[in-house]
């Protein structure tokens, strides 16, 4: 095969998803909570050949996408005014827990509200039944009012535990916990705002920031420094594929030639 044409196709490939990296960056600039994402290159096995005057001159195949690293830095606030939207001023992560699967996921995007569930009360050893019937009398669910995000995922408190609302003392005080990680590197996106842990990020503990009421953290996506990024790679793209249709001409022609 002819080298210069799968070093342009892979190049040309790497472009691309690169470019799905900055789309989605640019996609998200208004949602809360983002944390944009960097992908890194490195390069393929190469070698060195040797050149004029004996210099030495590397040989390779291109380079590839590495990784994908997530920005945690933060941008800036807005303030909402909202009673149930939260902004952590310093490190750590809100903490979501998942009713359907059990999972627990962490995020920065406070946009909560007061959703409305019903709990099955515990049955006692010996339940209650109709003295006239025998049959066991069936508890009535109880209405409970949590504070959870926008996909009916709780909010947990420092201790872990879900955070209930009185619906007519809406303005008390919630203790809405910040949790953290000593490592962010490798953190794994469940969607666009919330992240799953690995064993890599280490212990889960109590994060030094503070939970903000009626705030709200932005994106930390700069739109403009992603266009430039853009631009910069639909060049590299174009290059790369100028190369591979170069590179098959060459390859025809000296085909060609043989021929």
């Not at 406070?110 to 109709?130: K, L, N, R, V």
């Not at 994106?219 to 990024?229: Q, T």
Request: include cysteine; glycine fraction near 8%.
């Amino acid at each position: 095969m002819n080298m210069s044409f799968y070093t342009a196709s892979v190049g040309a490939m790497m472009q691309q998803r690169r470019m799905n990296v900055q789309a989605n960056n640019i996609a998200n600039v208004n949602h809360y909570g983002f944390k944009a994402e960097k992908a890194s290159f490195s390069q393929l096995m190469y070698r060195d050949v040797i050149g004029i005057d004996e210099a030495e001159l590397p040989k390779g195949t291109g380079t590839r996408i590495e990784k994908t690293a997530t920005d945690f830095s933060s941008s800036g606030y807005f303030d909402t005014g909202y009673l149930f939207d939260y902004a952590i001023v310093g490190d750590g992560f809100f903490a979501l827990y998942d009713p359907k699967n059990g999972e627990i996921s962490f995020t920065r995007d406070g946009s909560f509200s007061m959703s409305q569930f019903f709990t099955t009360p515990a049955q006692s050893e010996e339940p209650e039944t109709d003295p006239v019937t025998g049959e066991v009398i069936q508890s009535e669910p109880e209405e409970v009012w949590r504070l959870s995000d926008n996909y009916g995922r709780f909010v947990l408190d420092s201790q872990g535990g879900f955070i209930e609302i009185d619906p007519e003392h809406k303005d008390a005080n919630l203790d809405v916990g910040v949790f953290d990680y000593a490592i962010h590197d490798g953190m794994r996106h469940a969607d666009a705002a919330r992240f799953l842990p690995t064993e890599k990020n280490g212990a889960l503990y109590l994060g030094t920031g503070e939970a903000k009421r009626g705030m709200i953290e932005l994106s930390n996506v700069d739109l403009a420094h992603e266009f430039i990024k853009v631009i910069e790679s639909q060049r590299a793209y174009s290059y790369a594929l100028k190369m591979c249709m170069t590179s098959d001409e060459i390859e025809t022609t000296i085909n060609g030639l043989r021929g």
